[in-house]
């Protein structure tokens, strides 16, 4: 007992001794990120990597801000509160078309999560059975897939708002909700519906595949630094490695975070969030390399768009993207 | 089975009954506990029921309290346009009279209480004690996609929420009751707003918490999303549903009994604890206007600790009884087998051939008795039936020692000594006879007549047994003095057989072959009374049977004449003499010695000297018949002449 205790002892001297000099060294710079919602599984590997010391590793002195709805990530990364964020491709197009100078430099999900969900229950079995139906849905950013869909269709439907809870649907409040894949499509089996009561649309298969979360920075803070925004690529990248490989792990911190933050922790739903993320991620249909925005993609996105009329002209894909990180 | 099949009845008894019994046990117990377990379930069935019920009950009440107190200033609204004041005063007075209520707002449509704002709401709510009101104007508070106000806008009808932490109040978890409510716009009713009222669930996780069930069972609350509201295990409430938590276990059951919960059902099914893994019940209500669940698990073990101690005492005393009846069963068996094996040890006595081993003292008349008295008897028949065998052996052995004696008187007058005439050089002459085991009449015989004369004689009496040998005693005797009266062969034989056939009543007869050699010149003077042709060796040359053959036998008819015939032996010839007993001698397959054999056998025999040779013509025959019992004398003679030296 006694020997352990002095290998321990020596080993945490030289682990701090090692510490105080690999800081000395390099000197860390100071940076922040801010995923665009609450600190689920869906941001897990930013988390990880955080946790993991992935960041500091590559001389990042990182803080993550809580995200939420009451913090929207875009209005924080353009008003320089943060340096780095997550938000939707189609956001993201949207912001530059703008005018924001805002660049992505690394897309993390490949493929859409988003859906439409409705009751076999209400006879809706293809999107034609949509009409005249009462859909459920998110705000603006959240309806270009949604909209495009419908005029596909030529479907009228009555949109209600939906707001971040489920329950408008469970109660039958609407024929159709908005959901993620990852989180709301869950929410709903294990409010008790089973697979087989509902009918899923998912948009990737409708043609309208909007790749979603990606990391987003300033141009100009990339302009400053880009070895600072590929570290942070880099290093969130490998903490989704790290998350995936070790689901457990990475699910005792969201679970813990998650807590801290009273929300509601379902270890459960967790789980079954970091599997979605898995196949978004790393999505087995896709050539694009993890981290890689495809032009295609962003072609895809910025010209629904311009039909839609969310915006008036199509932002260059080169001023948009600037390509951090490729592997596969 | 083995085992049981080769031991004592006693052995045999209890294992059987034992087994038996044990069985019928066994399968009267297995019966109990299923009836009492039955019955255990039936009454926790209904003491879920009740149970359930009455919680359900108490919650109902206060629920149906807000409910109606919610609807009573709904319809206020509706009916007074009201001032601010008014529903500040009418959301205030709504969280002051109901002290469950922790809050109480009135929210408007956009644009309907205050045409400039899109949100326009009253609220109340209790802090410190002491009840503070607000009231929200424009964009400082978005509700108008808060579950609370549009669920019961799209579905038009008052709802309960899923229950939530406060987001102020921290930890507090609460439930709304949002009444939507309506006024004439336009000569149409059409939505006006929502009244609301926020209830602490507290009181309601304590209530529930309260449920114990012996030691581990537990009560707990479900959303009508399935949502743990209390539960004993603090880190599912609020984080889990009933369908997660089924999820993890990996257990359609479970969701099959949420999906049940949720629907609204009443059941009864069996569970397994989330908190102690232990099998048993969940009986589960619903809380009808809110859509809750109320599952109430009882572990099946505690139930049934009544049930199972109640059959350990069953078993521990069936047992005892068990062993007591063990013991009876030994006694019982010990006293039925007791005689059985005294009588035992005396039949091996009786087996071993002790008739007067002592047999046990008849004690009952049951089997054992009657078995015993048939030994008795049978003992007795025994007896008596050795004592007549003695009796009937000893008269047979008498009979046979004096047979054997007569037999030995028989033998005893046929010449045995040899060589009977040692002095005499002339001939050489030997004799022998094998009696067969019945008394026979085989006979011969010589003597001198005079100094230069030999008469020999062989004869065989018909018949066996003692008259047999009779006669031939008498006919040797007769012949023997008929020849020494000096007549010649032919007259001797005729003689005797008038002697012999007078007063012949049992038709008696002997076959006699008498032969007188002159042991001077060689010269054979001989008579045949129906004996056997005697076989002429001679020194060289064939060997022949002496002719002639047959003639009359001798006794069996009176007047009868007899021939004699000469023949004339030169030195080295040897007349051999023998009975049917050689040539009638019989094999196992029917088959005879023969004359031919016997003429065959002497040929190789003819150079020994004749002892040897009558010895090598008895083991011919033996040889011939050693299978086969002898049934008749064998007697042979050879005579063999010399010649004067």
């Given at each position: ?144 897939q949604p909209r495009a869909f419908f005029k596909k269709y030529e479907v009228m439907v009555q949109v209600i708002p939906q707001s971040f809870s489920i329950n408008l649907f469970l109660r039958g409040g609407v024929d159709l909700a908005s959901a993620m894949w990852y989180n709301e499509y869950h929410t709903i089996l294990n409010s008790g519906v089973n697979p087989d009561e509902l009918t899923t649309f998912f948009f990737h298969d409708y043609g309208l595949n909007f790749p979603e979360d990606g990391i987003y920075t300033l141009e100009e803070t990339y302009n400053e630094n880009p070895e600072l925004c590929c570290a942070f690529v880099e290093a969130s990248i490998e903490g989704w ?88 | ?645």
């Open positions: 007992m006694r020997r352990i205790l002095r290998i321990f002892v020596f080993l945490a001297a030289t682990l701090l001794a090692a510490a105080a000099v690999h800081a000395d060294e390099n000197q860390l710079v100071k940076a922040s990120f801010i995923p665009q919602w609450i600190p689920q599984a869906q941001f897990a590997g930013y988390y990880t990597a955080y946790e993991k010391g992935f960041y500091a590793e590559r001389g990042i002195d990182l803080t993550i801000l809580p995200g939420g709805p009451e913090c929207p990530p875009d209005r924080l990364l353009l008003s320089g509160e943060t340096d780095f964020c997550t938000l939707w491709l189609s956001r993201a197009v949207q912001l530059r078309a703008q005018g924001h100078k805002i660049v992505n430099i690394a897309q993390m999900l490949q493929r859409s999560a988003l859906m439409l969900v409705a009751r076999k229950s209400r006879g809706i079995d293809t999107p034609q059975e949509m009409n005249g139906k009462k859909v459920g849905l998110w705000g603006p950013i959240f309806q270009i490695y790290y998350a995936f490989a070790h689901p457990e792990e990475t699910l005792d911190m969201v679970v813990k975070n998650l807590k801290q933050a009273h929300l509601p922790a379902g270890r459960v739903h967790q789980r079954w969030m970091l599997s979605r993320m898995r196949e978004l991620i790393l999505w087995k249909e896709s050539s694009t390399p993890v981290g890689v925005l495809a032009r295609k993609d962003f072609d895809r996105v910025a010209s629904t768009m311009k039909n839609e009329g969310m915006i008036h002209r199509m932002p260059e894909f080169e001023d948009f993207y600037r390509k951090c990180h490729a592997d596969r | 089975m083995r085992i049981v099949r080769n031991r004592g009845i006693t052995f045999k008894l209890i294992a059987l009954i034992f087994a038996g019994s044990m069985l019928v046990f066994a399968l009267i117990m297995g019966m109990d506990y299923m009836v009492s377990r039955q019955i255990v379930l039936e009454k926790v069935k209904s003491n879920a029921h009740y149970l359930t019920e009455a919680t359900l009950n108490r919650i109902q009440i206060v629920l149906a309290s807000i409910e109606s107190a919610t609807r009573n200033q709904t319809q206020y609204v509706e009916w007074e346009r009201g001032t601010r004041e008014d529903l500040l005063l009418l959301v205030r007075s709504l969280v002051e009279k109901n002290p469950e209520v922790y809050g109480s707002a009135i929210a408007f449509e956009p644009n309907v209480f205050n045409a400039a704002s899109s949100c326009f709401a009253f609220y109340a709510y209790r802090c410190d004690e002491a009840i503070q009101t607000t009231i929200f104007d424009g964009i400082n508070y978005q509700y108008l996609y808060k579950d609370w106000y549009q669920i019961p806008k799209e579905l038009n009808r008052p709802v309960w929420s899923e229950p939530y932490f406060d987001e102020g109040g921290g930890d507090i978890l609460m439930a709304t009751y949002s009444a939507p409510f309506y006024r004439a716009l336009a000569q149409e009713r059409s939505l006006t707003g929502v009244l609301t009222a926020d209830l602490s669930l507290s009181w309601l996780q304590q209530l529930v918490s309260s449920i114990r069930i012996n030691r581990t069972g537990y009560g707990f609350l479900i959303s009508k999303n399935g949502t743990l509201i209390t539960h004993p295990n603090p880190d599912l409430v609020m984080n889990d549903t009933i369908f997660s938590v089924a999820e993890a276990r990996n257990s359609p059951h479970f969701r099959e009994i949420g999906r049940s919960m949720v629907r609204g059902e009443r059941g009864f099914a069996p569970w397994t604890s989330i908190v102690t893994g232990k099998e048993g019940w969940l009986g589960f209500a619903p809380l009808e206007s809110s859509g809750w669940s109320l599952g109430v698990f009882f572990p099946e073990d505690e139930l049934m600790e009544d049930v199972s101690r109640l059959t350990r005492n069953a078993i521990f005393l069936g047992l005892a009884g068990f062993l007591v009846l063990l013991g009876v069963i030994f006694l019982v068996a010990d006293s039925i087998t007791k005689p059985l094996r005294e009588l035992y040890l005396s039949t091996v006595d009786i087996a071993k051939g002790d008739l007067d081993a002592e047999l046990p003292r008849v004690r009952s008349l049951d089997e054992v008795g009657q078995l015993t008295k048939s030994f008795r008897h049978m003992r007795r028949a025994l007896k008596e039936h050795i004592d007549q065998l003695t009796e009937a052996t000893a008269a047979r052995e008498r009979i046979e020692s004096e047979l054997k004696i007569a037999r030995e008187i028989q033998m005893g007058i046929l010449p045995k000594l040899f060589p009977p005439f040692p002095d005499e050089p002339e001939f050489d002459i030997y004799a022998t006879i094998e009696p067969a085991k019945e008394v026979g009449g085989d006979l011969y015989d010589f003597y001198h007549l005079d100094e230069h004369h030999l008469c020999f004689v062989i004869g065989d009496v018909s018949g066996k047994g003692i008259p047999a040998s009779l006669f031939m005693a008498v006919a040797k005797t007769l012949i023997k003095a008929t020849a020494l009266s000096g007549l010649d062969p032919a007259e001797t034989l005729s003689k005797v057989n008038d002697e012999l056939a007078r007063d012949n009543d049992a038709c008696m007869f002997v076959t006699v072959f008498l032969g007188i050699l002159d042991l001077r010149t060689g010269n054979l003077e001989y008579a045949n009374g129906g004996h056997n042709p005697p076989l002429i060796v001679p020194g060289r040359g064939e060997i022949e049977f002496l002719k002639p053959p047959g003639g009359s036998l001798v006794g069996a008819m009176e007047g009868i004449a007899f021939e004699s015939s000469r023949m004339s032996m030169v030195p080295g010839d040897t007349l051999f003499l023998y009975t049917d007993g050689v040539t009638e001698a019989m094999n196992e397959h029917l088959e005879l010695f023969s004359e031919e054999r016997l003429k065959r056998d002497l040929t190789s025999l003819r150079d020994q000297p004749i002892k040897e040779m009558v010895a090598g013509i008895m083991h011919e025959v033996h040889h011939f018949s050693q299978w086969v019992e002898q049934s008749d004398d064998i007697t042979m003679m050879a005579v063999k002449y010399w010649g004067l030296p």
